[in-house]
């Protein structure tokens, strides 16, 4: 079954630090990819996704995701993070019509 | 747009009791899923509707838990009887087609708390 795995548990950092959010899944076939964020007190919501194309894929709120399909990637980046970011973050995979899998999330705490 | 609605938000119930939570998706999307959230984790998938048909149930624990969305809107998912580890969040979910190919959108989440 496939899986996905994410480096951090917990990351801190100061605003105008550049973020990078690792995320490696164990899957063979074709994927689609996610980033979901949940922020304090909302519900989880849609960050970017790439299905096919430019492996470079850039979301909501400058936030920009890399496909490297040799080391089974999609690491999330910010090249400066805001108070505004703190927040929860999932990588996700599918692998078709079905079977989501989501990671176990990487909590983000900017501080001011 | 009104957003996936979910109740009850809490839940408190003891061991070996029943529960059962209930989701309105959005308007018009086909796809409803189920996911469970325990503390420090992912959510995970349990089931997954098309319409009034079940697309994956593989990690639905069946002798305890059921759902069901009968006229392809509302769902309602069951747990009985409730143990410990059942103390979770339980998200839903809508899309508007099936899940590798849209966005999903969350509701708020049921947290529910077994003693």
């Known amino acids: 079954a496939q899986s996905v795995s994410q480096h951090n548990h917990h990351v801190i950092l100061s605003e105008a630090a550049s973020l990078e959010l690792g995320c490696n899944y164990s899957?063979?076939?074709?994927?689609?990819l996610f980033w979901y964020v949940q922020y304090p007190g909302q519900h989880l919501q849609l960050l970017l996704k790439?299905?096919?194309?430019?492996?470079l894929v850039k979301g909501i709120k400058g936030f920009e995701a890399e496909f490297i399909k040799s080391k089974f990637s999609f690491n999330l980046r910010k090249p400066s993070v805001q108070w505004s970011d703190t927040a929860e973050y999932f990588c996700?995979?599918?692998?078709?019509?079905?079977?989501?899998?989501f990671g176990a999330g990487t909590r983000l705490t900017v501080k001011p | 747009e009104a957003g996936v609605a979910q109740s009850p938000r809490y839940k408190i119930i003891e061991k070996r009791q029943s529960v059962a939570f209930w989701c309105n998706p959005i308007s018009g999307h086909a796809t409803l899923y189920w996911y469970q959230q325990i503390l420090g984790q992912g959510p995970k998938l349990l089931i997954q509707f098309q319409n009034n048909g079940v697309v994956d149930d593989s990690q639905l624990p069946k002798d305890r838990f059921s759902a069901e969305r009968l006229k392809g809107v509302d769902s309602t998912l069951k747990i009985q009887p409730a143990k410990l580890e059942d103390s979770a969040v339980y998200l839903c979910a809508s899309s508007p087609g099936l899940a590798g190919l849209h966005e999903q959108f969350f509701g708020p989440g049921t947290r529910l708390t077994v003693l």
């Open positions: 899957y063979g076939g074709t994927v689609n």
């Open positions: 996700a995979v599918n692998a078709g019509w079905s079977d989501m899998r």
């Open positions: 790439y299905f096919s194309g430019d492996p």
